[in-house]
């Protein structure tokens, strides 16, 4: 996680920077580009008018000849390309559009194929010039193209041609913009890092907090230097370590007590087997009627305490399954078999699905479900009484349905039910459900779920696990 959060830290930065930089550059060179492009168009034609003012039309056929007024005109413009701070002015025939006096000693101009458009244009009256192009020598040239006129019709066209000084000073600035591109960029980094330390450092040291949690060592107090939403983190998993501390230190001492009162149960059960012993004797032999009643109560309440120790003692000890692979079918009948016979009267087993075989311990299921039957039977509250108990299976898992038409439970008790203690009943203690949950989760590594709508019944399904093929 941290390595992603440096990762997209550093990713922001870069590209902002880039942007920023690019944008800026891209801006700025292009102004002043388009401000020195002018800037030159202006300056050559001015400059080109003044030549083309100076040339007399007349002459244009003479210069052709490559004679004395040739070398006149060459030496009057040699000099004028001094003054001017221009690299070239040539003269441009009507017609063929070539040229026929150039202050250079080379010969055709390259661009002048490409220039073609403002030639034709300064040949038919419109001064024109060309766009700044990039020369040979990686100098900028733009070329501005003048009419000679003679009255109204054109004799030639004057050429300036002038390389663009400043614009060293752009290059300057386009390397510029290069370095604080890269200067932005690097800067950029080295605040990500800073920043995503600032973020991934504290971060790393909670992981590690949070890893000794794990380990269940609630020791050391989570803090940290950050703010913001790391610190809100912090505390947020500071309150949690507070918390869990204190439960696993109550569930400790719970263990404890849970350890002790199994051992006084235990006590307490052996002393209710002599007592029901002598109650059961003083009941056979007593004649008085009185004597005979009272021993009969203490029989009832003790077997009744007995039912309680004994479920008691069955959910605080650990089930460990034997399991082997069994008809769901068959353990279904067993089951019902054992139930007490006013339950048993009350069943109906529907077989959905015959021959549907899991791997269960079959002693511990049958007691599970015995459990459940005798909720059903308990909240049976209509005239006509129905349990009816099938098998089935959803998605590979083998499941025992238990479903009543009684009273149902409420909604806000349905998530209470499987604690232990947890009771409904007046007689009731609770523990019946707590013991089918440790056989069902603990035991089969399965579930219970229970679909229940109050003064219509409810349906208890245990799922055993994975159904087997046979
Ligand atoms: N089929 C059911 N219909 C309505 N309520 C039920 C049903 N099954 C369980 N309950 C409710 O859940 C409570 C807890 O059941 P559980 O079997 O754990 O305890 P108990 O039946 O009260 O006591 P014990 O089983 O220890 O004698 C019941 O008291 C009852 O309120
Ligand atoms: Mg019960």
């Known amino acids: 996680m941290a390595g992603s959060i440096r990762a997209r830290v550093f990713m ?12 800026f550059g891209i801006i700025t060179y292009n102004f002043i580009l388009g401000n020195i492009e002018s800037e030159m168009e202006n300056r050559i034609l ?36 001094e003054v001017l701070k221009v690299r070239d002015i040539f003269i441009i025939e009507p017609g063929s559009g070539n040229i026929i006096l150039s202050t250079l000693d080379e010969g055709g101009k390259y661009y002048i194929k490409v220039d073609r458009y403002e030639i034709n244009r300064a040949l038919s009256g419109i001064s024109s ?28 066209a004057v050429g300036v041609e002038a390389s663009v000084e400043y614009l060293h000073y752009v290059s300057r600035y386009r390397l510029f913009l290069i370095v ?57 998993m500071e309150n949690m370590r507070v918390e869990v501390k204190q439960y696993v230190e109550k569930r400790d001492k719970m263990a404890d007590v849970g350890e002790f009162s199994a051992g006084v149960a235990h006590e307490i059960r052996n002393s209710l087997g002599v007592l029901l012993g002598y109650a059961e004797l003083i009941n056979e032999k007593a004649e008085d009627e009185k004597i005979k009643k009272y021993s ?51 069943v109906i087993i529907n077989n959905a699905k015959p021959g549907l075989h899991a791997c269960v311990d079959t ?60 009771t409904g009943r007046k007689e009731g203690h609770g523990l019946g459900l707590a013991i089918a949950y440790k ?32």
């Open 12 to 23: 922001y930065f870069m590209l902002s920077a880039a942007l920023i930089v690019s944008a």
């Open 46 to 81: 001015s400059a080109g008018r003044i030549i083309a003012s100076g040339i007399n039309p007349g002459d244009i056929q003479m210069i052709r000849l490559k004679g004395k007024v040739y070398s006149g005109y060459r030496d009057k413009l040699i000099n004028l390309k």
């Open 129 to 156: 010039s060309s766009r700044l192009y990039a020369g040979r020598g990686g100098e900028y040239f733009k070329a501005g193209y003048i009419p000679v006129k003679n009255k109204n019709t054109v004799a030639g």
């Open 180 to 236: 604080l591109g890269a200067v932005s960029i690097a800067a950029a980094l080295i605040l990500a890092f800073i920043i995503s330390s600032g973020i991934t450092v504290p971060l790393r040291r909670l992981k590690e907090k949070a890893e000794k949690l794990s380990r269940r060592d609630f020791s050391e107090k989570i803090e940290t230097k950050a703010g913001g939403e790391i610190k809100i983190l912090a505390d947020a």
């Open 296 to 346: 009969a109560d203490i029989i009832k309440n003790t077997l009744k305490m007995s039912e309680f120790i004994n479920n008691f003692l069955a959910y605080t000890k650990d089930f460990a399954a034997d399991k082997q692979d069994a008809d769901m079918g068959k353990l279904v009948e067993e089951a019902v078999f054992e139930l007490p016979e006013n339950v048993k009267n009350m």
């Open 363 to 422: 002693y511990l299921i049958k007691k599970a479900l015995y459990n459940v039957a005798l909720n059903a039977y308990q909240a049976l509250d209509k005239d006509k009484k129905e349990i009816e108990i099938k098998t089935g299976e959803e998605n590979g898992e083998a499941y025992i349905s238990v479903k009543d038409n009684g009273a149902g439970i409420k909604s806000e008790n349905i998530k209470k039910i499987y604690q232990p203690f947890f």
């Open 439 to 470: 056989i069902i989760h603990q035991a089969h590594g399965g579930d219970i779920k229970v679909f229940s709508e109050e003064g219509k019944g409810t349906e208890f399904k245990l799922f055993v696990g994975k159904k087997s093929d046979v």
